[in-house]
């Protein structure tokens, strides 16, 4: 196991080279975003640098993290859209009330660091939080499509924008419609280009190097007209970035005349709520992937970034945010400490210094389209599917929250999908108001300590979101390693959300040693298979068997092995396998077990649902599985039918160093199995003759070794009874052929 890098000035000394290393990459794509993020936002472009280099020089001095990466993202785009447009007097002072806003939000928000308040962010409904941010990306792209095309709209109404895009569609200008096409394309592709050189630089930083030459085959610096099929467009001065010859210049003040309207406070309340839940949100993803399993002190952090957006805000800056993007690039380019955000705002404040006489031969529509690409993915097809496969209901939490959001603000978004989140609860679970919130907050939910030092939670009433920081309270009473019985079967309904909260304490309890299960969820519908949807408890409802099940069981009687339909959480024993090192597994049900009796082995076979892809992307898979734990070590590989799934064993290959195993003496059976590992002698070893005969007579499954147990399966689907009983059959004839292994 890798030792876990020295924190301060000790881990600075010891990792400086590999948190160097990376902040170049991270650097690199900031500079770009920073600058893209200002413009989009209505801000001097250099605002968003300032916000980098503050992000990474002064949060660093005191946050809670490790290796995250902090500036300006996406999300302060809308909040400062919105600051601008209600503070605007006339007065050419907007701006500066806004940064007069931002100050008075990382004041609060250092107050809520103190006041150990970071979990606050847990309560808010994860569906209306998805709304908030898909309304932030059809924002960003109603604003930045009309840089990317050359057009103008003048209506404050983003609906309003979205549809003059259209309309001005033949009014586009050609020249700067090429320009922010070509940049589209390379965003698109440029993971899919084979040749090195392209993957030397990130994507952002290709399409804003690209762009330059465009600006000089069209002459941009001059302001003249162009001939496009017999149509001339202007081109001109105006449609390059402009920055300050000096980064002093670029230093701006914050104005408090405002500080006694609704407008300032409402602006005030947006950013602290919109930059809050996004920065400890993130802080937990990037916890997940840090490959020290490091947690980040969510209060700690909050305070942190409260400093540096008040630093921001003095000095005409944006927001500060941890930045999800940056983060997993500094983390995969092996950064080890909190350094590493230090080295990229160092880095950043260099190359804008050195590089701002080519950054004002960029043109702003280069910027756009990054925009535009990011604004898409954050409202994309995908994301409106991914929610829906959790519930109708998260659907029309999802979708109401982006409209209400589009329509009015971000706070009135969040307030308003709320407030509609608590409305559907209350008519689901079938409560007048009074009695809903007694349910909530006076359900008589306990924890009890059990003489053999493991827990119980009984959880009673209703439990969502309104209820996150209660089981809070009562988890942390549990000491790390314990093990934890959780059991909802006393529940009226379970939110989503609260699903979320517990399946993450499970995760984080099982790092530490301890093993949490999860119970009592056999009673309760959803409108979803998602293992965490919304789940209701009927009234005498009596848990029914689906067909499946039912032959599961009477296949468990009549062969006297053990059968359970229910959710099993306990799945730490199949995370052994490389195949799940990158894949989370969320749950596992329906587990048939029992031993083959002869060889001394033990077999289970169960459904497994996990997840691929990141974030808010991630899509979800089911896929029955058998494992069969081994009397003795064998050799740790992957065997796989050749050519079957290349990219998955591409990855596999990537990640684990494993290397293609070649039988020689077999050359069938090489052209027919992909087998992957080490250690070569001992695999080839390992395939006897009369293994390599029963591996090419039977069907072919992937098959997976951990040293200790296989994991065997076909498709990622889940079986039928026929394929059950021919996974039992395949097993027992491979624990016989196993046990006599020398």
Same mark, same amino acid.
């Given at each position: 196991?890798?030792?876990?890098?020295?924190?301060?000035?000790?881990?600075?000394?010891?990792?400086?080279?590999?948190?160097?290393?990376?902040?170049?990459?991270?650097?690199?794509?900031?500079?770009?975003?920073?600058?893209?993020?200002?413009?989009?936002?209505?801000?001097?472009?250099?605002?968003?640098?300032?916000?980098?280099?503050?992000?990474?020089? +002064?949060?660093?001095?005191?946050?809670?993290?490790?290796?995250?990466?902090?500036?300006?993202?996406?999300?302060?785009?809308?909040?400062?859209?919105?600051?601008?447009?209600?503070?605007?007097?006339?007065?050419?002072?907007?701006?500066?009330?806004?940064?007069?806003?931002?100050?008075?939000?990382?004041?609060?928000?250092?107050?809520?660091?103190?006041?150990?308040?970071?979990?606050?962010?847990?309560?808010?409904?994860?569906?209306?939080?998805?709304?908030?941010?898909?309304?932030?990306?059809?924002?960003?792209?109603?604003?930045?499509?009309?840089?990317?095309?050359?057009?103008?709209?003048?209506?404050?109404?983003?609906?309003?924008?979205?549809?003059?895009?259209?309309?001005?569609?033949?009014?586009?200008?050609?020249?700067?419609?090429?320009?922010?096409?070509?940049?589209?394309?390379?965003?698109?592709?440029?993971?899919?280009?084979?040749?090195?050189?392209?993957?030397?630089?990130?994507?952002?930083?290709?399409?804003?190097?690209?762009?330059?030459?465009?600006?000089?085959?069209?002459?941009?610096?001059?302001?003249?007209?162009?001939?496009?099929?017999?149509?001339?467009?202007?081109?001109?001065?105006?449609?390059?970035?402009?920055?300050?010859?000096?980064?002093?210049?670029?230093?701006?003040?914050?104005?408090?005349?405002?500080?006694?309207?609704?407008?300032?406070?409402?602006?005030?309340?947006?950013?602290?709520?919109?930059?809050?839940?996004?920065?400890?949100?993130?802080?937990?993803?990037?916890?997940?992937?840090?490959?020290?399993?490091?947690?980040?002190?969510?209060?700690?952090?909050?305070?942190?970034?409260?400093?540096?957006?008040?630093?921001?805000?003095?000095?005409?800056?944006?927001?500060?945010?941890?930045?999800?993007?940056?983060?997993?690039?500094?983390?995969?380019?092996?950064?080890?400490?909190?350094?590493?955000?230090?080295?990229?705002?160092?880095?950043?404040?260099?190359?804008?210094?050195?590089?701002?006489?080519?950054?004002?031969?960029?043109?702003?529509?280069?910027?756009?389209?990054?925009?535009?690409?990011?604004?898409?993915?954050?409202?994309?097809?995908? +994301?409106?599917?991914?929610?829906?496969?959790?519930?109708?209901?998260?659907?029309?939490?999802?979708?109401?929250?982006?409209?209400?959001?589009?329509?009015?603000?971000?706070?009135?978004?969040?307030?308003?999908?709320?407030?509609?989140?608590?409305?559907?609860?209350?008519?689901?679970?079938?409560?007048?108001?009074?009695?809903?919130?007694?349910?909530?907050?006076?359900?008589?939910?306990?924890?009890?300590?059990?003489?053999?030092?493991?827990?119980?939670?009984?959880?009673?009433?209703?439990?969502?979101?309104?209820?996150?920081?209660?089981?809070?309270?009562?988890?942390?009473?549990?000491?790390?390693?314990?093990?934890?019985?959780?059991?909802?079967?006393?529940?009226?309904?379970?939110?989503?959300?609260?699903?979320?909260?517990? +399946?993450?304490?499970?995760?984080?309890?099982?790092?530490?040693?301890?093993?949490?299960?999860?119970?009592?969820?056999?009673?309760?519908?959803?409108?979803?298979?998602?293992?965490?949807?919304?789940?209701?408890?009927?009234?005498?409802?009596?848990?029914?068997?689906?067909?499946?099940?039912?032959?599961?069981?009477?296949?468990?009687?009549?062969?006297?092995?053990?059968?359970?339909?229910?959710?099993?959480?306990?799945?730490?024993?199949?995370?052994?396998?490389?195949?799940?090192?990158?894949?989370?597994?969320?749950?596992?049900?329906?587990?048939?077990?029992?031993?083959?009796?002869?060889?001394?082995?033990?077999?289970?076979?169960?459904?497994?649902?996990?997840?691929?892809?990141?974030?808010?992307?991630?899509?979800?898979?089911?896929?029955?599985?058998?494992?069969?734990?081994?009397?003795?070590?064998?050799?740790?590989?992957?065997?796989?039918?050749?050519?079957?799934?290349?990219?998955?064993?591409?990855?596999?290959?990537?990640?684990?160093?494993?290397?293609?195993?070649?039988?020689?003496?077999?050359?069938?059976?090489?052209?027919?199995?992909?087998?992957?590992?080490?250690?070569?002698?001992?695999?080839?070893?390992?395939?006897?003759?009369?293994?390599?005969?029963?591996?090419?007579?039977?069907?072919?499954?992937?098959?997976?070794?951990?040293?200790?147990?296989?994991?065997?399966?076909?498709?990622?689907?889940?079986?039928?009874?026929?394929?059950?009983?021919?996974?039992?059959?395949?097993?027992?004839?491979?624990?016989?052929?196993?046990?006599?292994?020398?």
């Amino acid at each position: 196991m890798d030792i876990t890098p020295k924190k301060g000035f000790k881990g600075l000394i010891e990792n400086w080279q590999s948190d160097l290393v990376a902040a170049v990459s991270v650097s690199l794509i900031a500079l770009p975003l920073s600058l893209g993020i200002a413009l989009a936002a209505g801000a001097p472009a250099m605002s968003g640098i300032l916000s980098a280099i503050i992000g990474g020089v +002064v949060t660093t001095l005191y946050r809670g993290g490790h290796v995250s990466v902090n500036g300006p993202a996406k999300g302060v785009i809308a909040v400062i859209l919105l600051g601008i447009v209600l503070m605007d007097d006339g007065s050419g002072q907007a701006f500066n009330y806004v940064l007069a806003a931002v100050v008075v939000s990382g004041a609060i928000q250092v107050l809520l660091g103190v006041l150990k308040l970071g979990r606050l962010a847990d309560i808010f409904h994860s569906s209306v939080i998805h709304g908030i941010l898909a309304a932030i990306g059809i924002i960003i792209f109603a604003k930045q499509i009309h840089v990317a095309l050359g057009t103008h709209s003048e209506s404050p109404s983003i609906i309003q924008n979205l549809i003059d895009a259209v309309v001005l569609l033949p009014q586009a200008n050609p020249f700067v419609v090429i320009i922010a096409l070509a940049g589209l394309l390379l965003l698109l592709f440029h993971s899919k280009i084979s040749y090195k050189f392209f993957h030397i630089l990130p994507a952002p930083i290709w399409v804003i190097s690209l762009s330059i030459p465009f600006v000089y085959v069209f002459n941009f610096f001059d302001h003249h007209t162009l001939s496009f099929f017999g149509k001339a467009y202007e081109v001109g001065p105006k449609l390059l970035l402009d920055i300050p010859d000096n980064i002093m210049d670029s230093i701006m003040y914050p104005n408090f005349n405002k500080i006694n309207t609704i407008e300032f406070w409402t602006t005030v309340i947006s950013i602290l709520i919109i930059t809050s839940i996004e920065s400890l949100a993130i802080a937990k993803a990037v916890d997940k992937i840090d490959p020290y399993k490091r947690k980040t002190d969510l209060n700690k952090d909050l305070t942190g970034i409260g400093l540096s957006t008040i630093v921001a805000g003095l000095i005409g800056g944006l927001p500060i945010i941890a930045v999800i993007i940056r983060s997993t690039v500094n983390i995969h380019n092996g950064a080890k400490t909190k350094w590493s955000n230090m080295y990229q705002g160092i880095l950043l404040l260099i190359f804008i210094v050195v590089l701002s006489p080519i950054m004002r031969q960029v043109p702003l529509c280069a910027f756009a389209i990054l925009l535009v690409y990011t604004g898409f993915k954050l409202a994309s097809p995908s +994301v409106f599917r991914q929610i829906y496969n959790q519930g109708i209901e998260q659907l029309i939490f999802f979708v109401s929250t982006m409209v209400l959001t589009l329509y009015t603000n971000l706070l009135i978004g969040l307030l308003g999908g709320l407030l509609l989140v608590m409305l559907v609860h209350m008519l689901l679970a079938k409560m007048s108001i009074p009695q809903f919130f007694k349910m909530v907050y006076r359900s008589g939910s306990n924890l009890v300590m059990k003489p053999d030092g493991s827990y119980d939670i009984q959880v009673k009433g209703i439990a969502n979101f309104l209820g996150i920081l209660k089981i809070d309270k009562i988890v942390a009473q549990i000491p790390p390693g314990a093990d934890v019985n959780i059991d909802l079967s006393t529940t009226r309904l379970v939110g989503i959300t609260y699903m979320d909260y517990i +399946v993450d304490y499970l995760k984080t309890q099982k790092n530490t040693g301890g093993t949490v299960i999860i119970k009592g969820l056999d009673s309760h519908v959803s409108s979803s298979t998602y293992n965490r949807a919304l789940k209701i408890a009927l009234n005498n409802q009596v848990t029914k068997l689906s067909e499946r099940q039912i032959r599961l069981q009477n296949l468990a009687n009549e062969k006297d092995y053990q059968y359970s339909s229910q959710v099993d959480w306990n799945t730490t024993y199949l995370k052994k396998f490389r195949f799940f090192e990158i894949r989370p597994i969320e749950r596992k049900l329906n587990c048939l077990k029992g031993m083959f009796e002869n060889f001394n082995v033990p077999w289970e076979i169960t459904d497994v649902t996990f997840s691929e892809g990141a974030a808010f992307t991630a899509e979800t898979f089911n896929t029955t599985m058998m494992v069969l734990k081994l009397p003795k070590k064998i050799p740790v590989f992957t065997m796989e039918k050749e050519g079957v799934i290349d990219k998955i064993i591409d990855l596999v290959k990537a990640s684990t160093g494993y290397k293609n195993i070649d039988f020689k003496k077999y050359p069938d059976f090489s052209k027919k199995f992909l087998i992957l590992g080490n250690k070569e002698t001992e695999i080839i070893s390992f395939f006897t003759d009369e293994i390599i005969r029963f591996f090419e007579s039977n069907q072919i499954y992937h098959l997976e070794s951990n040293g200790e147990a296989l994991i065997i399966f076909d498709k990622i689907k889940l079986a039928r009874t026929d394929e059950t009983i021919a996974f039992i059959d395949y097993g027992n004839e491979l624990a016989r052929l196993l046990t006599i292994i020398d």
